[in-house]
C-alpha cells in the first residue's frame, strides 16, 4: 500500500477514498459529455467528400496492463465551405475505441486506400474534426462505467 491510502480493496483512508470519488467523478463526466458530443456531432452531421492520406493500425497500451490494444488509424484530408482541413477520426468520440486484436484493427481500415476517396462526416459546429463513421462509439460510456465503479469503491469507503 502506498501512502496515498488507496489498496486493492479499495481505500482505507478518507482521503484515499475521497481522491477516488474525483476519480470517478471525472472519468464518469467526460465520458457523459464524450457520448453526448458524438451523438449531438452524428446528428447534425452533413457528408463531404474527403481523400484517405494514411492508414494504418497503433498497438496502445492500456496503462499498467501487459496486454496491447489496437488502434485504426485513417487520416483523410476534406473541404468545407471553401477551408481545407484534415483529420484522423474514424469515430466521432474523442475517446476512440480499441481492439483486442490487430486483426480486428485492420478490419475497421481495410474499407479504405490512400489515394481513394470516402464519404466524411463534419459537424457544422466543429468543422475541424471530421469523421468516417457516422456511428456513435460505445467507448464513452466504458468511460462512465469504469468512473461509476470508481465512484461507487470510493463512495462505500467514505462512509465506513
Do not use: C
Not at 458530443?37 to 496503462?63: F, R
Not at 477551408?83 to 476512440?96: C, L, N, Q
Amino acid at each position: 500500500m502506498g501512502d496515498d491510502g488507496l489498496s486493492i480493496g479499495g481505500p482505507k483512508t478518507r482521503r484515499g477514498a475521497v481522491i477516488m470519488l474525483i476519480i470517478g467523478l471525472a472519468a464518469t463526466g467526460y465520458g457523459a459529455y464524450d457520448y453526448t458530443q458524438q451523438s449531438n456531432a452524428v446528428a447534425d452531421a452533413v457528408e463531404v467528400d474527403a481523400e484517405i492520406t494514411e492508414l494504418g493500425v497503433e498497438p496502445t497500451s492500456a496503462g499498467s496492463s501487459a496486454d496491447t490494444d489496437y488502434r485504426p488509424v485513417v487520416r483523410f484530408s476534406y473541404e468545407y465551405e471553401g477551408t481545407a482541413y484534415e483529420s484522423g477520426s474514424v469515430f466521432p468520440s474523442a475517446i476512440s475505441p480499441n481492439y483486442d486484436t490487430e486483426s480486428a484493427a485492420r478490419e475497421v481500415v481495410s474499407e479504405y486506400a490512400v489515394g481513394e476517396s470516402a464519404t466524411a462526416h463534419v459537424d457544422p459546429s466543429d468543422p475541424d474534426a471530421a469523421f468516417l463513421k457516422d456511428r456513435t462509439s460505445n467507448a464513452p460510456l466504458v468511460a462512465v462505467a469504469v468512473g461509476l465503479g470508481f465512484v461507487l469503491v470510493g463512495g462505500r469507503s467514505a462512509i465506513r
